[in-house]
T-cell receptor
Framework: DTAVSQTPKYLVTQMGNDKSIKCEQN?????MYWYKQDSKKFLKIMFS???????INETVPNRFSPKSPDKAHLNLHINSLELGDSAVYFC?????????????FGPGTRLLVL | GENVEQHPSTLSVQEGDSAVIKCTYS??????FPWYKQELGKRPQLIID???NVGEKKDQRIAVTLNKTAKHFSLHITETQPEDSAVYFC?????????WGAGTKLIIKP
C-alpha cells in the first residue's frame, strides 16, 4: 500500500532524448513537489503544485516541464536531456502548504544520461 | 529569503556515543523544523520535528532542541547504533516549502 510512488525507478538514456517520470500519491494530500538530488546529496526543490496549481517554480531550465492532471499526480517531463541532468529525482507530497507539515517522499527515480 | 546552514557535513562517532547535528536559519518567520534521515539508496524519511512554540521534543533516543532567539536547532542522538548511519537533513518551513540544509553524513564506528 505505497503512499507515494514513482515510475520508473531507474532510467538510463542518451543525451538529447526526451523522458518522463510519473508520481502518484494516495494520501489525499493537496501539495506535491519535485526535488533533484545530485551526487553531493543536496536536495534541491524544482517545482511544487497545490491542487493542480503551480506554486513554486525554482530556477530550473525550461527543458523541465511539470504537469499535474489531478491533485494525486505530478509528472515531470524532461526534453533534450543533458549529462548534468543525471541525478535522483524525488517526488514528495504534503497536506499543508502554509503551516509546514511532513513531506512524504517517493522512492526516487535514478536518472543516468549517457 | 530563508537560508539553512547545517554542520558538520560529516560526523563520525563511536557506537554507543552521542551525536549532535546543528542547523541555523535566517528567517524568523519560519515556524516548523523537521529532521529527515536518508539511508543509502533510500528516500528521505521524517524522524522528528518541532514547531516554533516548543523548545524541545524527544522520541526515544532522538531529541530536537530549538532556540528561536538564536535561530538555531539541533538534533541529538544518544546511544548510537549501526542503523543510525545515514545522511541527516534539517529543514525550515517558510511559505509553501521546506528550505533544506546540506545534510550531515553520520558514520557509526563499531
Amino acid at each position: 500500500d505505497t503512499a507515494v510512488s514513482q515510475t520508473p525507478k531507474y532510467l538510463v538514456t542518451q543525451m538529447g532524448n526526451d523522458k518522463s517520470i510519473k508520481c502518484e500519491q494516495n494520501l489525499g494530500h493537496d501539495t506535491m513537489y519535485w526535488y533533484k538530488q545530485d551526487s553531493k546529496k543536496f536536495l534541491k526543490i524544482m517545482f511544487s503544485y497545490n491542487n493542480k496549481e503551480l506554486i513554486i517554480n525554482e530556477t530550473v531550465p525550461n527543458r523541465f516541464s511539470p504537469k499535474s492532471p489531478d491533485k494525486a499526480h505530478l509528472n515531470l517531463h524532461i526534453n533534450s536531456l543533458e549529462l548534468g541532468d543525471s541525478a535522483v529525482y524525488f517526488c514528495a507530497s504534503t497536506t499543508g502548504r502554509l503551516k509546514g507539515e511532513t513531506q512524504y517522499f517517493g522512492p526516487g527515480t535514478r536518472l543516468l544520461v549517457l | 529569503g530563508e537560508n539553512v546552514e547545517q554542520h558538520p557535513s560529516t560526523l563520525s562517532v563511536q557506537e554507543g556515543d552521542s551525536a549532535v547535528i546543528k542547523c541555523t536559519y535566517s528567517d524568523s518567520a519560519s515556524n516548523y523544523f523537521p529532521w529527515y534521515k536518508q539511508e543509502l539508496g533510500k528516500r528521505p524519511q521524517l524522524i522528528i520535528d518541532i514547531r516554533s512554540n516548543v523548545g524541545e521534543k524527544k522520541d526515544q533516543r532522538i531529541a530536537v532542541t530549538l532556540n528561536k532567539t538564536a535561530k538555531h536547532f539541533s538534533l541529538h542522538i544518544t546511544e548510537t547504533q549501526p542503523e543510525d548511519s545515514a545522511v541527516y537533513f534539517c529543514a525550515a518551513s517558510i511559505n509553501y516549502q521546506l528550505i533544506w540544509g546540506a545534510g550531515t553524513k553520520l558514520i557509526i564506528k563499531p
